[in-house]
T-cell receptor, first 114, second 114 residues
């Protein structure tokens, strides 16, 4: 089955700096890569996603890049703010039996220091 | 609009006790999911229901049963709780379960089995 590795497990940055989280996947059939943000005491929420026919996607301070050949994708947060502090999960998804199967990474705890 | 609602938020069980975790969504979604979240292991799929009337095993189904009561509700039952089932449980839903869909998560149930 699919295996998604995520690094680093923890990340501390100064407010205003950039943060980068990297993920690799094993199954070349995966073709949809969402990123979820989980704030303390809450469920994960989708913040950005990318499909395999796209190399990069941007939404304000957040961007995701995908390298299909190398099977890795990354989340970039620029000009970090204290409210960016959370746990971030990458995921890889493919269609199995007509429905999407989502495999999550192990999470990165981001701390933005004011 | 409440989204995905889970009850209870916290529960402590003794080994061998049974309990049911409840989940309801008000977004008219067809697909619903149960995940467990453990430190260093990310989110792992326990069971899912692609549509009303169907349920399928996910990655870690042993020790659990589910019921898709109607389109809104999807419950998770632990028949004989074990300490290995100590975890945070999340229910999620998506519109159709097809490719590239956003998952909507509840706020979780923190379960401790002593």
């Amino acid at each position: 089955g699919e295996n998604v590795e995520q690094h680093p497990s923890t990340l501390s940055v100064q407010e205003g700096d950039s943060a980068v989280i990297k993920c690799t996947y094993s199954d070349s059939a995966s073709n949809y890569f969402p990123w979820y943000k989980q704030e303390l005491g809450k469920g994960p929420q989708l913040i950005i996603d990318i499909r395999s026919n796209v190399g990069e996607k941007k939404d304000q301070r957040i961007a995701v890049t995908l390298n299909k050949t190398a099977k890795h994708f990354s989340l970039h947060i620029t000009e970090t703010q204290p409210e960016d502090s959370a746990v971030y999960f990458c995921a890889a998804s493919k269609v199995t039996g007509g429905y999407q199967k989502v495999t999550f990474g192990t999470g990165t705890k981001l701390q933005v220091i004011p | 609009n409440a989204g995905v609602t889970q009850t209870p938020k916290f529960q402590v069980l003794k080994t061998g006790q049974s309990m049911t975790l409840q989940c309801a969504q008000d977004m008219n979604h067809n697909s619903m999911y149960w995940y467990r979240q453990d430190p260093g292991m990310g989110l792992r799929l326990i069971y899912y229901s692609a549509s009303e009337g169907t349920t399928d095993k996910g990655e870690v189904p042993n020790g659990y049963n589910v019921s898709r009561l109607n389109k809104r509700e999807f419950s998770l039952r632990l028949e004989s709780a074990a300490p290995s089932q100590t975890s945070v449980y999340f229910c999620a839903s998506s519109e159709t379960g097809k490719f590239g869909e956003k998952l909507f998560f509840g706020s979780g149930t923190q379960l401790s089995v002593l």
